[in-house]
């Protein structure tokens, strides 16, 4: 299978502490991975240093798009967003004052390019983008069914609901990896079976591949295609989800060791 | 709860009286050397402070019962609310303002077209400082220094060069542009309250350039007997240029108007609003925060130096006493009190600031009490401005395809 994303020997140090050492993890086309752990072991900080938000410390991260490779260490944010890596956060951050529709728009930011004087003009063309901006945010909601409520707040909306727009808006960005930090957080069994579902479809529509972080162990191991675990900042098992379960370190990371007494 | 109530306030009055005791209950007749004790003076102020605490107690719980202050009738607060939403205001009240503005200086003597005029300039600041403060929710505490920089380039412009007010406005904007960006372009990089010690300095800064480099600016005397914008060479009285700038103005601000609506209703507006929302989750967005902070700044610097030309031209004279921290402040609470963002909003909160002390000379002394005192309260009980922001409305694709669906049908 052809690598979409590729991280090679990742670390990331604060002070003396070593938060991420040594993580190699590759996502291939249309896969769904899951990165495991107990609470602390590094996770969301690996999510930072591959979205940009930190600088990794040592190591790569290569983004394959066709046959042009691009690394994206020391590169803003924005910028790996525009090349094609899109996000959610683990505790919801959406424009909670602006509507769903307009959450959705900002997300297709990158792939528009109306400037001040566009917007000062609206000139044909500048009109034309904003439609189609229109048009499409209103299609991924669709895709998240959450069209019916296009203009309402987004901080009016129930939880799981919030989570979806979420995942739209980061859809918006145009992505070909999706990485989703803790997308079943806080979810009753109902819902994350349905978050389960739409993950699988929009792999499918949009023809995505999948990284996440999820502490929901059901969820994991049903939907993954692949399976990453760490603890204390290092990676301590990598397979299937079927080699995951019998592996002796990862239950004695999550369930502790069996006490002789 | 009413007792609760009672032993609140009648504790604020007894401290109260404690604390003023010694300003409001000790008179010294140094003549006689003898002390009069004003008790019925404390009397009567802790009988007002017991009447407010009540009020204000009273106020908080209806609040946290989710109960309006007042109760009026139903039937006028569901006219009050879809007021906005009827074509006949949506369009009736605006024109009905414009004509009003239009035929303003016709009625009034020029004293009041004057108060107008730069009732009018504040709006223009106002306007121009909402697109960073308001959109954006960057925080900018130096507007004022643009502001002179507009003023002083028209000013310097024409004292050395002798160039006119129609040349000098754009040039006017232009030198702000250039302040604006670079300032901007290594502070931007800041957040909240960085940002506005940083802008906060520069207005002090560009202040006290104007008054020390007195060769060139003139120092704390300013420049004087700068000219009146020319219309075509024209000769003009007093009375009729007063009523050609504030023609002058109400265009700009018109243009303003136009200008800020559409920016906010545009992509760049939009990223500008998603930067105060979420600053993180806008930039994971894809979102350019730099450039587009950039670009907020450069344009909300631009309008400020426009206004401070058509200042300049307006009073002919202008000296660094103009452009204090306090001209900031003042901009900064229009945008705040008028709701963040809400362009109607900053529109009635600077006329208001600016024309009430007009009007209500009577109680000059109070200003800054009563100023103060509406800050607080309006920050207590509502926070996001006389108007909320309003939020455009889209049309989503069903909807255009039933629009067109409809005009098939009719055809």
């Known amino acids: 299978m052809k690598p979409v994303l590729e991280v090679r020997g990742l670390s990331r140090f604060f002070g003396g502490l070593k938060a991420v050492s040594e993580i190699s993890l590759t996502v291939g086309e249309h896969e769904i991975v899951a990165l495991v752990g107990p609470n602390g072991a590094g996770k969301t900080t690996f999510f930072n240093c591959v979205t940009g938000i930190y600088t990794p410390s040592a190591g790569d991260v290569l983004l394959h798009n066709g046959e042009k490779t691009t690394r994206l260490n020391g590169k803003k944010p924005h910028q790996i967003t525009a090349l094609g890596m899109a996000r959610t956060f683990q505790n919801i951050r959406l424009f909670p004052g602006m509507t769903v529709l307009e959450n959705v728009m900002l997300g297709r930011h990158c792939r528009t390019k109306a400037g001040v004087l566009g917007a000062l003009l609206r000139s044909a063309a500048t009109r034309r983008e904003e439609q189609d901006t229109v048009d499409r945010a209103y299609e991924l909601l669709r895709s998240v069914n959450l069209h019916n409520a296009y203009a309402s707040t987004a901080k009016n909306l129930p939880y799981g609901a919030q989570r979806r727009l979420e995942i739209a808006r980061a859809l918006a960005t145009g992505p070909s990896v999706l990485l989703l930090d803790e997308p079943a957080a806080g979810m009753n069994p109902f819902e994350t079976r349905e978050l389960e579902n739409l993950v699988k479809e929009i792999r499918k529509k949009y023809n995505l591949c999948v990284l996440l972080i999820e502490h929901d162990m059901n969820m994991v191991m049903s939907m993954s295609d692949r399976i990453y675990v760490m603890e204390h900042g290092s990676c301590i098992a990598e397979g299937t989800p079927e080699q995951i379960r019998h592996n002796p370190k990862v239950i004695k990371a999550y369930l502790g060791e069996e006490s002789d007494a | ?411």
């Open chain 2, 1 to 411: 709860m009413f007792k609760q109530r009672l032993l609140k306030a009648a504790l604020a009055s007894v401290w109260f009286m404690v604390l003023t005791f010694p300003l409001m209950g000790i008179q010294l007749n140094r003549v006689e050397n003898v002390i009069h004790w004003r008790f019925d003076r404390i009397a009567m102020l802790g009988a007002g402070i017991f009447v407010l605490a009540m009020l204000w107690h009273w106020c908080f719980e209806r609040r946290a019962l989710g109960l309006p202050l007042i109760k009026l009738p139903d039937k006028v607060v569901n006219t009050a609310y879809s007021l906005p939403s009827r074509p006949l205001f949506r369009r009736g009240l605006p024109a009905v303002i414009l004509m009003g503005m239009l035929l303003m200086p016709m009625v009034s003597s020029i004293y009041q077209t004057n108060i107008m005029i730069s009732a009018l300039l504040y709006v223009m600041l106002a306007l121009g400082l909402n697109i960073v403060v308001g959109l954006a929710g960057q925080l900018v505490l130096g507007y004022a220094a643009f502001y002179a920089v507009g003023a002083y380039t028209y000013g310097m412009l024409y004292e050395y060069f002798g160039l006119t007010f129609w040349v000098c406005l754009p040039l006017g904007g232009l030198a702000a542009v250039i302040a604006g960006f670079l300032l901007g372009l290594p502070v931007l990089g800041l957040r909240g309250d960085y940002l506005a010690i940083v802008t906060l300095g520069f207005g002090e800064i560009v202040r006290l350039l104007l008054l020390s480099q007195a060769d060139l600016t003139g120092g704390p005397a300013g420049i004087s007997n700068i000219p009146r914008p020319g219309f075509f060479g024209m000769e003009m009285s007093l009375d009729q240029v007063t009523t050609y700038i504030y023609y002058l103005v109400l265009g700009a601000v018109l243009l303003t108007i136009v200008v800020i609506s559409r920016l906010k209703n545009s992509r760049v507006g939009l990223a500008l609003q998603a930067l105060r929302e979420d600053e993180i989750a806008c930039e994971a967005m894809g979102v350019n925060t730099t450039r587009v902070k950039l670009s907020a700044f450069v344009l909300c610097s631009c309008w400020a130096g426009f206004a401070g030309v058509i200042f300049a031209a307006k009073t002919t004279y202008i000296n660094p006493a103009s452009f204090t921290f306090m001209e900031s402040a003042m901009i900064l609470s229009m945008v705040v009190l008028g709701g963040m963002g809400s362009i109607t909003g900053v529109v009635i909160a600077a006329m208001v600031l600016i024309l009430a002390p007009e009007y209500l000379r009577a109680f000059s002394e109070y200003r800054m009490l009563l100023f103060g005192a509406i800050m607080v309260l309006m920050m207590i009980f509502r926070p996001q401005g006389i108007v909320s922001s309003e939020r455009r409305r889209y049309r989503i694709p069903s909807e255009r395809q039933s629009a067109t669906e409809n005009k098939e049908l009719s055809a």
